[in-house]
């Protein structure tokens, strides 16, 4: 039986892809997650997975942040980003981090149907437009995306308020801990991550992040 994770906090359309998936996979078995807090209690879990189809804007995650959590954590199943952003730049970026194929939330059921089979099958599936602008050689992004998997839960979550500009006040009251324990998250991430300070910090994740669009 065919195992599909669907990471969208929109309720209306994770039913659009419930949809398209019942249609290309009759009797799948569908996990639905609307934050990264669900997708880690699903990744304790290690339900095997045949197929991710991830939102880029979901609460927890910040630009290209989930879709590099996701990649760490199911080194061998297809991640495909289901977005409204259509920007061909965003595209060959998730491309970059890892995503095994992108479909626009715009697309009908029917291009949803035909993408889903053909990442499954093994291709690569992006938009026409998307496909003639792909460049032949890829940027790598392993280095940074190997420092990023390499913080724990609660450091992933005070990088992404960090990228969003929030002062450590305002994470700890976020995260309902002290200053000084987001100091020393501040710390070890500043660490992993090879640079001193904040704004070096900013810099170095300036790749991850996304302009968001207008509707998710």
Do not use: C
């Amino acid at each position: 039986m065919t195992t599909i994770l669907i990471a969208d906090d929109h309720p209306l359309f994770r039913a659009a892809l419930k949809q398209a998936v019942d249609t290309s996979f009759a009797g799948a078995a569908i996990h639905e997650a609307d934050s990264l807090a669900t997708l880690e209690e699903l990744g304790q879990q290690g339900i095997p997975f045949d197929v991710i189809l991830l939102d880029l804007h979901m609460p927890g995650t910040h630009g290209f942040s989930g879709l590099v959590y996701l990649r760490e954590q199911y080194k061998k199943v297809p991640v495909v980003v289901i977005s409204a952003t259509e920007d061909v730049n965003v595209i060959q970026r998730a491309i970059h981090f890892g995503a095994d194929g992108f479909i626009p939330k715009s697309s009908s059921v029917d291009t949803m149907t035909e993408a889903m089979r053909k990442i499954m099958d093994g291709e690569r599936w992006l938009p026409e437009k998307a496909r003639r602008a792909m460049p032949p050689t890829l940027p790598d992004h392993s280095a940074m995306s190997d420092r990023i998997t390499s913080l724990t839960p609660q450091q992933f979550r005070v990088m992404g308020m960090l990228m969003e500009g929030m002062q450590n006040k305002v994470i700890a009251y976020e995260l309902d801990v002290s200053e000084a324990t987001v100091k020393a998250h501040m710390t070890a991430i500043f660490r992993k991550l090879g640079v001193r300070n904040r704004t070096q910090a900013v810099l170095a994740l300036k790749d991850l992040a996304i302009e968001p669009p207008g509707l998710n």
